[in-house]
């Protein structure tokens, strides 16, 4: 079974352009996550989708942050455009709607913004 | 929300001693309590988890206990080997059927094992 992929895994960019992030999720898997973490902090949550729908974006730092999913399937997150505090890695989760509910991780995008 | 406290931030250990990563939550619907364990360059990993009906699982070396009462729950993990050296979260999972599932982590525990 494939597992969580996310692409680009690195992205160096300068602050005032745009980044775009994706994630497949585990196939059959209606829950999409993202998260954050800064380093030495903790896993900080930004957004959950159920299928194409968000259930919950109180993460969400700013409106500079948009996230899809369309169609249920894989998902993006764009940051545009982006500020020096946008550094981190984003990592996106998946899990299926019913327990058990465990969440499998994708590798995360290392996002450097200069 | 919920909020999950992790300690130690960093933890040395000599191989083959034992290991202890303690969390505390505040919502006491919280029902579900993973742990991952992320190798360095590498992806979180699901190592094991617990429920709330439970008070302690164990899976070879690692083991997990769960106090509802107190709202806190660790991590044990003994002989430790070189290769349990990674970075490891615990996090806390509320449930609801409207909603799915909503996961808080800690702040991570960075452990050595020192051959």
């Known amino acids: 079974e494939a597992g969580v992929t996310q692409f680009p895994s690195h992205s160096v960019i300068e602050k005032g352009q745009t980044v775009t992030l994706r994630c497949d999720p585990i196939s059959g898997h209606d829950n999409l996550y993202w998260y954050r973490r800064v380093m030495g902090k903790e896993i900080k949550f930004l957004l959950h989708f159920v299928k194409e729908s968000k259930q919950d974006e109180s993460g969400m730092p700013n409106n500079r942050f948009l996230a899809e999913r369309t169609g249920g399937t894989y998902s993006t997150l764009k940051v545009q455009p982006a500020e020096l505090e946008d550094s981190g890695v984003y990592f996106c989760a998946s899990s299926p709607w019913r327990p058990p509910e465990k969440l499998f991780f994708g590798s995360g995008t290392q996002l450097s913004v200069l | 929300g919920e909020n999950v406290e992790q300690h130690p931030s960093t933890l040395s250990v000599q191989e083959g001693d034992s290991a202890v990563i303690k969390c505390t939550y505040s919502d006491s619907a919280s029902n579900y309590f993973p742990w991952y364990k992320q190798e360095l360059g590498k992806r979180p990993q699901l190592i094991i988890d617990?429920?709330?009906?439970?008070g302690e699982k164990k899976d070879q070396r690692i083991a997990v206990t769960l106090n509802k009462t107190a709202k806190h729950f660790s991590l044990h993990i003994t002989e430790t080997q070189p290769e349990d050296s990674a970075v490891y979260f615990c996090?806390?999972?509320?449930?609801?059927?409207?909603?799915?599932?909503?996961?808080?982590f800690g702040t991570g525990t960075s452990l050595t094992v020192i051959p």
């Open positions: 617990i429920r709330s009906n439970v």
């Open positions: 996090a806390a999972s509320i449930w609801k059927p409207d909603t799915g599932n909503q996961f808080y």
